[in-house]
């Protein structure tokens, strides 16, 4: 089946400006998490939707970043008045939120370029 | 705060040798271990996964070694190819949530 799919691929705003991405997961998949990846490091986690819970937002950077998940399935992070550090590639996963069972698997993310 | 600690960072190996790269997680959770491995310019892609109640699995040319009573598991990749050079990423399942804590990853280059 497809696997999870994130748009745009490419992102170029200049800084201030308010950016959208968007993630469609696995279809079945409750769980959604939303990573940060700058060049070179490892995974940043920002956020995670489960089911209808109150996501977890622990790992949201400041209250520039926001997401939201219509009807259990779409996902959107927005980034308001961004700036240069918000440059990275921002990965979407979904899994299927089953005890034992859980691996996520990850979109080919969208790479943010501010100027 | 619960870590995954990876090591090594990177790691250099010629071309039919053994790549052997480690992990050391925190929590019981039980859930799958996996490792994940990625190309530049893409995301991460699931390479082979361990249960915790199994101490190792192969599939192919990667293998995984798990040691659950040191709280430490490996990947293994015989015969190296210059086509496994790329990151690696494990991850360790946590307590009560579905998240996932990740290593920092070790970037792998083989030589041909």
């Known amino acids: 089946g497809a696997g999870v799919s994130q748009s745009p691929s490419n992102k170029v705003t200049e800084k201030g400006k308010d950016v959208e991405l968007r993630c469609d997961p696995i279809s079945g998949h409750t769980a959604l998490y939303w990573y940060r990846q700058s060049l070179g490091q490892g995974l940043e986690f920002l956020i995670y939707?489960?089911?209808?819970?109150?996501?977890?937002k622990s790992g949201l950077p400041s209250d520039r970043f926001s997401a939201e998940r219509t009807g259990g399935s779409v996902s959107t992070l927005t980034i308001q008045r961004t700036q240069q550090e918000d440059s990275a590639v921002y990965l979407c996963?979904?899994?299927?939120?089953?005890?034992?069972?859980?691996?996520?698997?990850f979109g080919a993310g969208t790479r943010l370029s501010v100027l | 705060q619960q870590q995954v600690k990876q090591s090594p960072q990177s790691l250099i190996v010629q071309k039919g040798g053994i790549s052997i790269i480690n992990c050391a997680y925190e929590?019981?959770?039980?859930?799958?271990f996996p490792w994940y491995q990625q190309f530049p310019g893409k995301g991460p892609a699931l390479l082979i996964a361990?249960?915790?109640?199994?101490s190792e699995k192969k599939e192919g040319r990667f293998t995984i070694s798990f040691n659950k009573s040191a709280k430490q598991f490996s990947l293994h990749i015989m015969d190296s190819q210059p086509g496994d050079s790329a990151t690696y990423f494990c991850a360790s399942p946590t307590s009560g949530t579905y998240k996932y804590i990740f290593g920092t990853g070790t970037r792998l280059k083989v030589l041909a």
């Open positions: 939707f489960q089911g209808n819970s109150a996501p977890d």
């Open positions: 929590n019981t959770a039980f859930d799958y």
């Open positions: 361990i249960r915790p109640d199994v």
């Open positions: 996963a979904s899994s299927l939120a089953l005890a034992g069972g859980n691996i996520q698997y």
